[in-house]
């Protein structure tokens, strides 16, 4: 690109600088670098985005947090900022179309809902700082190489040395960069302190240029390589005492983001907060048990929809949150309760960049070996970008209990394992929300794209991004995995002609009683290939969407493992849509106020 639009505040004017980079924030950082060892600097704080956000009101009784989208510096890749611009007005040539369900109105969308009050959710806040800010490019403190034998210990030093220094006013400490090379891994590295950027020389495959850490042996079996943020899975299951209030409002719809709470007193702006809706009687006997099929119907109590989020206004008794539910919160079926989030713990503003993750195996249906490369778990306002991971058994990257995370640039290669369950989810998010994968390439996996988790799981989007030879489908995996938006994926050489390439659907008794896996669930301009097949069914009190794109869809069985109303279908072949990528429009509409 010649120029990159800025990121504009609601309302503000978008500037276009040269060179394909954004324009960064004054002052130079100091960088050093070593090959050997642990040299430390003295303590830098990069041009990033300030986690502070700003208190202001709207009118008497209103208070609001506004977000500072700061200044930040940049790489300028839209792979790494999202698609944080300000829109220019939709054009619409000879030949293209828009949505029945998302037309436009006054140069804006709108969401049409249907007879149940189903509608298409803003997705645009997934990924880091909810889009709203590029990722920074974290000055770096500490430099290393590569030693002799295992080099598990000599890296976790030097983190856990960065880790001790201060934090600037941003959040960050600075970047401890890995020099080329080869970096045998024995154990586990543990990226555990907020504020630290791992980063290496880059992911290609030429130890001479690039960072390859080399996963070598199964001690323990089938471990994970990088664990970033604090290793917890709670679900935001803890909570600070006395701050619980039930949601008295007879119904959030899906895509709302205010609701009145019984006793607005215990929350203020800023506050982040857990929503609960419980798995009753009701609601399951709503939902036709979960439909799983054969198997036994779901049980009550083990599969509250739960939506991280934080307060960004209090206006008598409503709350404003900063994204929206995804999924309707209906008083009827059950009493939803909200509670301020105990973070103790939680680590933020932490990065993996430019390195290579290489599983040393024996091929085949090896595995004895490690399994995943990086799992992200216990964070928020986190990255991975421009890595490559090669030959894990279970994920490239699995992200858990985190929310606000970007995945960009990344590539997920040739897996290896058995081909059957609880493997090879190249790309996966289990029980994490706001979550973006943008411009990723998987190859020879199972589920390339796939939310594993359950209801805990919302909010994430797979955009612009590519799969190659699949083994099973892109898909919400199990139990009510809701708001996944799979915007122009473009899909090649699936493992057999007519395989299931994305399935926002029913999964009946396949698994543990996986059921209704996904809901409130988007294919934009989903290109399935020439071989592929998308399945979009309805599930009760819900609907899911395929909207444009090329290939096969239905929702009819076969190609559908299971007999369920078919879901909204819409344009399928027909080219022109608009706009072409949903989450680029609704963030770009969104930062810019339109």
Request: glycine share 12%; charged share 20%.
């Amino acid at each position: 690109m010649s120029g990159v639009l800025a990121a504009c505040p609601a309302g503000g004017d978008a500037t276009t600088t040269s060179g394909g980079s954004e324009s960064a924030s004054t002052g130079e950082a100091t960088t050093t670098t070593t090959t050997t060892g642990v040299t430390p600097t003295e303590p830098t704080t990069s041009a990033g985005t300030s986690t502070t956000e700003g208190v202001g009101t709207t009118g008497p009784g209103t208070t609001t947090l506004v977000p500072d989208l700061g200044e930040a510096s940049s790489t300028g890749d839209d792979g790494t900022t999202g698609a944080a611009q300000c829109p220019p007005p939709l054009e619409q040539p000879p030949g293209s179309w828009t949505s029945q369900i998302v037309p436009v109105e006054d140069d804006a969308l709108t969401y049409v809902a249907d007879d149940q009050g189903n509608r298409i959710a803003d997705f645009s806040y997934a990924g880091y700082h909810r889009g709203e800010a590029p990722i920074p490019d974290v000055p770096m403190v500490l430099g290393i190489g590569p030693v002799d034998g295992d080099n598990t210990a000599h890296i976790q030093q030097a983190i856990d040395e960065l880790g001790t220094i201060p934090p600037g006013v941003d959040g960050l400490r600075g970047a401890l960069l890995l020099a080329p090379g080869e970096y045998p891994i024995h154990g586990t590295v543990l990226l555990r302190h907020s504020g630290v950027v791992l980063r290496g020389a880059g992911d290609g495959d030429d130890p001479a240029t690039s960072t390859i850490l080399r996963a070598v042996g199964d001690e323990p079996h089938q471990r994970v390589v990088i664990v970033v943020g604090s290793g917890d899975n709670h679900k935001w299951q803890p909570e600070l005492a006395n701050t619980r209030s039930d949601i008295v409002s007879e119904l959030v719809p899906v895509g709302a983001r205010s609701f009145d709470v019984a006793d607005p007193s215990l929350y203020a702006v800023g506050d982040h907060v857990v929503i609960v809706h419980p798995c009753t009687d009701a609601w399951l006997a709503a939902v036709d048990g979960g439909g799983p099929g054969m198997d036994e119907p779901w049980a009550g109590n083990i599969l509250p929809l739960v939506f991280k989020r934080q307060v960004m206004a209090v206006d008598g008794a409503t709350l404003t949150i900063d994204a929206p539910v995804f999924n309707h919160l209906d008083r009827a079926l059950s009493q939803s309760y909200v509670y301020k989030a105990d973070r103790e713990g939680l680590v933020t503003e932490v990065g993996v960049e430019d390195l290579r993750i290489d599983i040393e195996t024996l091929g085949g249906d090896d595995e004895d070996h490690a399994w995943s490369a990086i799992a992200m778990r216990g964070l928020e306002d986190a990255w991975v970008r421009r890595f490559t991971a090669l030959h894990f058994g279970y994920a490239a990257v699995t992200i858990q209990t985190g929310t606000q995370i970007t995945v960009a640039d990344a590539r997920a290669l040739d897996p290896v394992a058995q081909i059957t369950g609880e493997r090879m989810y190249n790309f996966d998010v289990s029980n994490a929300q706001q979550i973006l994968f943008t411009h990723c390439h998987a190859t020879g996996g199972r589920h390339h794209f796939v939310s594993n988790g359950t209801s805990y799981t919302s909010g994430v989007v797979f955009h612009r991004s590519t799969s190659t030879g699949p083994n099973a489908s892109s898909e919400g995996h199990r139990r009510w995995s809701m708001g996944l938006l799979y915007d122009n994926i473009v899909e090649s050489d699936p493992a057999k002609a007519g395989l299931v390439v994305i399935g926002l659907y029913n999964r009946g008794d396949y698994g543990t009683s996986h059921g209704w896996s996904s809901v409130h669930s988007v294919a934009w301009n989903y290109d399935t290939g020439e071989q592929g097949v998308g399945v979009i069914q309805k599930p009760p009190t819900a609907q899911n969407y395929a909207i444009g794109g090329a290939g096969m869809f239905s929702g009819k069985k076969p190609p559908a493992p299971f007999d369920q109303p078919e879901g909204y279908i819409e344009g399928t072949g027909q080219p022109g849509l608009v706009p072409e990528s949903l989450y680029e429009r609704q963030l770009a509409e969104r930062l810019c106020g339109r």
